[in-house]
């Protein structure tokens, strides 16, 4: 009888049994939703969160101070569209077809026999949405069904640009809604793109599925507008535009922040936030004192902001020094999701998931850079640990950097170790080699070709 009685009581004053009861029983709905937030052309250094004493980012601070700021984070390319496809793909660009700007009629694309994260996230049940900007065919090719698009690459919802915001950030006209011409939009563009991912969220998406959703803003690239509710914060500084381009781009983090947090899903959601490469100094951007800026393998071009935000698995306000690139967001996203990585082809990135902890990371291919773009310049990169080679656009000419101490680029050691420098372009050769071999050449045999020390290497 007194056994009987104890267990009763056990069983009516458990406090755990009802909220697991509550819980979602499938296993797609324990999966931790994906938020990929892209800033284009954003520098290292315009951010209050990466050290500006200016440009204010309330709720990219916020992001920070619940999640980890990388210092050293990379885009995959010092060019959107490259960067762009590796962030999908977990590809470098010239290996996955991507290999530059895409503009005009250019054949070049994103190829339909790419895989990206969103369409292995749809065949585990995952519900996905792009908004912003799209760049990953030419402007002849977008919304062109001779050619893949979004939906084609895995998302179930779309509103796209094929680039920048027509006529500028402001009252944008070129957006395209699943294929459909959108018309004029009243307002600047990142809010729009913040309001069309909360409407998403809110009203489309199958709520009993994790999500999967890709934020991909125009600021602040030229042409730029700016809101003067937002530059009028710094009414009288000669760069008040830009700077407010800026906040205006945190205010539309905002409404994404805040939508997953009224939809009671922020504590389920693995949130990146990152730009696609670095700054254009004559527009205002700034690489906090990097060397070089967009479309340079120096670090200005490439080291970009990068938060994530994971709640209950990352430290909040915790810092990473481990490097990390945009193309481990592939690998990261399957990671977190429990999908093995294709077998079929290379991967290039790899899992960031221990460097949210300040871990560091094994990887079998070194980082590496090229950025096809004229004029000539340091357009080829390579890091392994704490060593860079960064060298000419021809593979002529190298520098030779311990970046983690010279995170500037200001001391060219080359001359002074030339066996370092020689092994390091030993490496580079082979990762390009692999690269050439097996992504899709012809697509820029027909770009300016400059000989390779005398060889056939192709820029």
């Known amino acids: 009888m007194k056994t009987t009685a104890f267990v009763f009581a056990i069983l009516l004053f458990a406090p755990v049994a009802q909220p697991i009861a509550a819980e979602p029983t499938s296993a797609e709905q324990q999966k931790p939703n994906i938020v990929v937030f892209v800033a284009d052309d954003m520098g290292w250094g315009d951010s209050s969160t990466y050290g500006n004493e200016l440009i204010k980012c ?61 369409k292995l ?76 991912a909360s409407h998403w969220l809110t009203q489309i998406r199958d709520k009993s599925k994790p999500f999967a959703l890709s934020v991909w803003v125009h600021e602040p690239h030229s042409p730029i507008a700016t809101d003067p509710k937002f530059s009028g914060m710094y009414q009288g500084h000669q760069n008040s535009k830009y700077m407010g381009n800026i906040t205006q781009l945190d205010h539309a983090l905002g409404q994404v922040m805040q939508t997953l947090d009224d939809e009671g899903v922020s504590d389920n959601t693995l949130f990146i936030f990152t730009s696609d490469n670095g700054p254009v100094a004559k527009f205002g951007g700034t690489t906090g004192g990097l060397r070089g800026g967009k479309r340079s393998d120096h670090e200005g071009g490439i080291r970009v902001p ?71 310049g340091d357009r080829v990169a390579l890091r392994i640990g704490d060593w860079k080679l960064v060298g000419n656009d021809t593979l002529t000419k190298f520098q030779l950097y311990q970046i983690q101490q010279d995170w500037k680029e200001e001391n060219d050691l080359a001359a002074a170790m030339p066996e370092k420098t020689e092994e390091m372009k030993r490496k580079l050769f082979a990762v390009w080699k692999s690269i050439e071999t097996e992504g899709p050449k012809e697509w820029w045999e027909t770009e300016r070709q400059p000989p390779a020390r005398g060889g056939t290497l192709n820029y």
């Open 58 to 118: 309330p709720n990219l601070d916020q992001l920070a101070s619940q999640g980890v700021k990388f210092t050293q984070f990379y885009s995959a390319c010092a060019v959107c569209s490259p960067s762009r496809s590796a962030i999908l793909t977990g590809r470098t660009p010239y290996r996955n077809g991507v290999w530059r700007h895409l503009s005009g009629n250019h054949e070049a694309h994103l190829r339909s026999s790419e895989i990206t994260y969103p």
């Open 121 to 196: 996230l749809k065949s585990i049940g995952y519900e996905t949405c792009h908004v912003g900007k799209w760049h990953l065919n030419s402007k002849l090719q977008f919304n062109n069904p001779d050619f893949p698009q979004p939906g084609q690459h895995g998302y179930d919802h779309w509103m796209a640009t094929h680039n920048n915001a027509d006529p500028s950030h402001k009252n944008p006209d070129n957006f395209y809604r699943n294929g459909k011409p959108v018309g004029e939009l009243n307002g600047y563009s990142a809010p729009l793109v913040a309001a069309e």
């Open 306 to 376: 990068g938060i994530v935000r994971w709640p209950n698995k990352i430290k909040p306000g915790s810092t990473s020094d481990v490097p990390v690139v945009g193309t481990d967001i592939f690998a990261t996203v399957l990671d977190v999701t429990g999908i093995p990585l294709p077998t079929d082809r290379t991967i290039d990135g790899v899992s960031m998931v221990p460097a949210l902890a300040g871990k560091p990371l094994k990887r079998e291919l070194p980082l590496f850079w090229r950025t096809h773009v004229s004029p000539p």
